[in-house]
């Protein structure tokens, strides 16, 4: 398998565990003194930290279990990452992907059968995020691992409390 | 070519089939002994399957015909698929996708042209479905093939007169 | 590095600076006697140029700085691809790849702060366009440049004044 493809797939394996909540796969993915960190749009190329980065392996795994909203009963998601851009020097790697975030509501059957005229997927699939990740790696015993991951965000998050 | 780029690009022709419904296209990317079966998610990490499996080239190209809803006038569809997963052992692989299904309905001009103040594309371009696909192949005189697919579906699925 | 993924990443950094409105990195990814297309669907595999090809890498670097409408404030798009079929063949290569346009838009920090109940990114991400890119190239010095791209969209356009 080529390197870039081996890099390709750690944001496979990133968003996967993303999208079930899984702190522990994900927090594999970085190395021990990675720093990953979310910002927003400003303006044209302008992008302010929505916060502190997130520190290492521990620390993303931290994040995943205790910060992300759980799914509702019938509800996932699917991060879905397009046209990367990957360049890899030795055991240094840097890519760039597009984001989009699709929402999922499955509708639960109801008690006496779907009604009549129901035809097909049953629920919603929505767009609620987009923008850009651009992550640094690197090969540590034959692995590529995290070591910088920015999240660029196309639109502002408002967080309760903040 | 990469084994894995040719095995993700197997996954690239079945989209297109689904989405033209050409069930011949379709049939001839499977062997004919191959499974496909579609499971409907009911909880975290489970699945139950929608109905039987289908079987083989020739039950691929069937249902495809028979049992997809045609497109409408103006209408038709993208399976775009990301985030692949594939492993190559020898002359077998397994490949694993994300899929978010788009229906398209176009608008017809209208006889006497676009109203006052239409801009840009007109129509509806709206997520549908959502889920995984999780798909093995066997390589069959240098051709990689189907032996078995599995689409796992986030939503349950109306089936009228099911 | 593959030339298969070369190719592939010619058409990622084509929608970059198309979603950047980067007249000046669009048209470097093509030569200077490239023609660029528009098609509408107009029924089953059928298509109809919606108007005269666009020539050469500066006619492209014009088109887009000039007839391309801007990203309102707090608005951003992302052309995203999948599913490409690549077949190289010594120094020329053809591409088809399927895209989804997603239009974003911000919602402006309001000056109180976030409404309360307001959680997540505040904003709208649209699917607004959809259909396939076909597109050939040919290695010039060691570089992939596009020589005929054809946009075929799924949906008639309406331009104003037209």
Known sequence: MSDERRVQEVLARYVRATDRRDGKSQGTLFTDDATVQVFTKTGHDAYEPLSEPIIGSA?????????????????????????????????????????VVFEVRAT????????????????????????????????IDGEWKIIRHR????????????
């Open 59 to 99: 620390g993303v795994e931290y994040a995943v279990d205790n910060f992300m909203a759980p799914h509702p009963e019938g509800g996932s998601s699917h991060h879905t990452t397009s046209d990367h851009i990957i360049e890899v020097d030795g055991d240094r790697a840097h890519m760039n992907a597009q984001f």
């Open 151 to 162: 999240v660029l965000m196309d639109m502002p998050i408002a967080i309760p409390g903040a």
């Open 108 to 139: 639960a059957r109801p008690a006496g059968g779907w009604p009549e005229g129901a035809f097909g997927a049953q629920g919603t699939v929505r767009p609620i995020e987009s923008g850009y990740y651009d992550t640094d790696l690197r090969r």
